[in-house]
């Protein structure tokens, strides 16, 4: 997988640091936490109850940017840029060394987004209230919600996806639907979400992620 590959060469840990983060076999839960500062926001990425990736949006630009770095060394891995556009998303996921990665709206009212990733095509879609599912080739590999409170720091997301998923690529999703979602800046100290109206597709309570039967490497 392109970014796992990423996340693999572009520091001298062992291998097994950062997949053991982001593809334990028996955990599929990723939480986001969002902190909110006076100039730009902040976010931490919590796998498996370990902080592997942190985030963090740029002040003094016209148009959103944010920095996604690992936690335990600040090492920078992506930045995600907003690009100009009339009421829909538009985003590119910018890796050193690799063609951008767009992130667009299909369709505005249905909350549907689409991102292409080299030859695989994800379908990030919303559900009435606060759930988006992500598809990926047509096949669904991960949904993730907001809560419908938050106190004072932010926002928070949890995401469920299977192992062989490539999780990172996930957040920055996340990342972004956040971003675009909040267009206007709410520094309440309660904050209440009561999430979508329309929706493309219905949200399929049945789906469960699935367990990586491979081996991590070593």
């Given at each position: 997988m392109l970014l796992q590959n990423t996340l693999k060469n572009c520091l001298p840990f062992p291998e097994k640091t950062i997949f053991a983060a982001f593809n334990p076999k028996t955990t599929m839960r990723i939480d986001i936490n969002q902190k909110k500062m006076a100039i730009g926001d902040k976010f931490s990425v919590v796998h498996n109850q370990q902080t592997t990736l942190k985030a963090a949006s740029k002040i003094f630009r016209i148009l959103s940017e944010i920095e996604v770095f690992r936690a335990d060394n600040e090492k920078k891995l992506a930045s995600i840029k907003k690009k100009?556009?009339?009421?829909?998303?538009?985003?590119?996921?910018?890796?050193?060394?690799?063609?951008p990665i767009l992130f667009n709206t299909e369709s505005y009212w249905k909350n549907h987004f689409r991102c292409i990733n080299g030859t695989d095509t994800y379908d990030i879609y919303g559900h009435r209230g606060r759930k988006f599912s992500i598809f990926k080739n047509d096949q669904q590999v991960a949904w993730f919600t907001k809560e419908a409170v938050t106190f004072f720091e932010g926002d928070n997301y949890m995401m469920m996806a299977n192992d062989d998923a490539d999780q990172f690529l996930m957040v920055c999703f996340v990342l972004i639907v956040d971003n675009y979602?909040?267009?206007?800046?709410?520094?309440?100290?309660?904050?209440i979400d009561l999430?979508?109206?329309?929706?493309?597709?219905?949200?399929?309570?049945?789906w469960l992620p699935q367990e990586e039967t491979a081996t991590l490497p070593v």
């Open positions: 100009f556009a009339f009421f829909k998303a538009r985003y590119h996921v910018e890796i050193e060394n690799q063609a979602r909040s267009k206007k800046r709410n520094n309440n100290a309660i904050n999430g979508n109206v329309f929706q493309a597709r219905p949200f399929d309570k049945n």
